[in-house]
C-alpha cells in the first residue's frame, strides 16, 4: 500500500551531533515537503521540492539545516549541529504538483527528535 | 500572510452525536482546502481536498464544505464514535505551494 516512509521513527542525540532524517516519498509523487510541528508553533513548513528541484527553503534555518533529494525515491534533512531547540517532530509529506497547484498532500509518520 | 483558525481548541460529546469543527483562513486566494486527522504520536492522514472550485466534499460519515468568499470550512462529522477521537487539522494552500495549517481541534467521543 503506498504510504511516506520516514525513518529514524524516534531520535535522540546530543546537543552538537549531526542528525539526518530520511523520506522516501509516494513513488511517482513529484513533490516532497518537510515540515516540522512543536506544541508551540504547530506545524511550520521547512523546504519543498518539485521534481527533485528545492523551490522553497526559507522557513529552514539555513546555518544548521540543509535539504537534499538525491533521487526521486529520497528525500534527506540533516540539521549540523544540532541544538535542543530543534526538538519536535519532523514530518515530510509527498504529493503531486503541475504548476502551481498541489494535490493531496500525504504524510509519513514523522521523525520525533529530542536533542538533549 | 495567510492564518488559519481552527476554533474551538478542544471538543467532547458523547458518542452518536453529530458535530461539527470550524476553520477559518484569512486570504481567500486559495487553491485547496484540505483536513487532515492526527492521533497521538501519529503523522497526519489526509481527510478530505476541497479545490477552490468546489463547495463541499463527502467520504463516509465526513462532509467538509468551503465558502471562499467568506474564508471558512466546515467539517461534519455524522455519528460519531470513540475512534473519531483525534486532533483535526485544516491546511489551506495558498501562495507558493504551501500549506497553511490551523492549531487543530482535539476531538473526544465519550463511549
Known amino acids: 500500500d503506498a504510504r511516506v516512509t520516514q525513518t529514524p521513527r524516534h531520535k535522540v542525540t546530543e546537543m552538537g551531533q549531526e542528525v539526518t532524517m530520511r523520506c522516501q516519498p509516494i513513488?511517482?509523487?513529484?513533490?516532497v515537503f518537510w515540515y516540522r510541528q512543536t506544541m508551540m508553533q504547530g506545524l511550520e513548513l521547512l523546504a519543498y521540492?518539485?521534481?527533485?528541484?528545492?523551490?522553497?527553503d526559507s522557513g529552514m534555518p539555513k546555518d544548521r539545516f540543509s535539504a537534499e533529494m538525491p533521487d526521486a525515491t529520497l528525500a534527506t534533512l540533516k540539521i549540523q549541529p544540532s541544538e535542543p531547540r530543534d526538538s519536535a517532530v519532523y514530518f515530510c509529506?509527498?504529493?503531486?504538483?503541475?504548476?502551481?497547484?498541489?494535490?493531496?498532500?500525504?504524510f509519513g509518520q514523522g521523525t520525533r527528535l529530542t536533542v538533549v | 500572510k495567510q492564518e488559519v483558525t481552527q476554533i474551538p481548541a478542544a471538543l467532547s460529546v458523547p458518542e452518536g452525536e453529530n458535530l461539527v469543527l470550524n476553520c477559518s483562513f484569512t486570504?481567500?486566494?486559495?487553491?485547496?482546502l484540505q483536513w487532515f486527522r492526527q492521533d497521538p504520536g501519529k503523522g497526519l492522514t489526509s481527510l478530505l481536498l476541497i479545490q477552490s472550485s468546489q463547495r463541499e466534499q463527502t467520504s463516509g460519515r465526513l462532509n467538509a464544505s468551503l465558502d471562499k468568499s467568506s474564508g471558512r470550512s466546515t467539517l461534519y462529522i455524522a455519528a460519531s464514535q470513540p475512534g473519531d477521537s483525534a486532533t483535526y487539522l485544516c491546511a489551506v494552500e495558498a501562495g507558493a505551494n504551501n500549506l497553511f495549517f490551523g492549531t487543530g481541534t482535539r476531538l473526544t467521543v465519550i463511549p
Open positions: 509529506a509527498s504529493g503531486l504538483g503541475s504548476g502551481r497547484m498541489n494535490t493531496e498532500a500525504f
Open positions: 513513488l511517482g509523487h513529484n513533490t
Open positions: 521540492f518539485r521534481n527533485r528541484a528545492p523551490l522553497d
Open positions: 486570504d481567500s486566494a486559495i487553491y485547496n
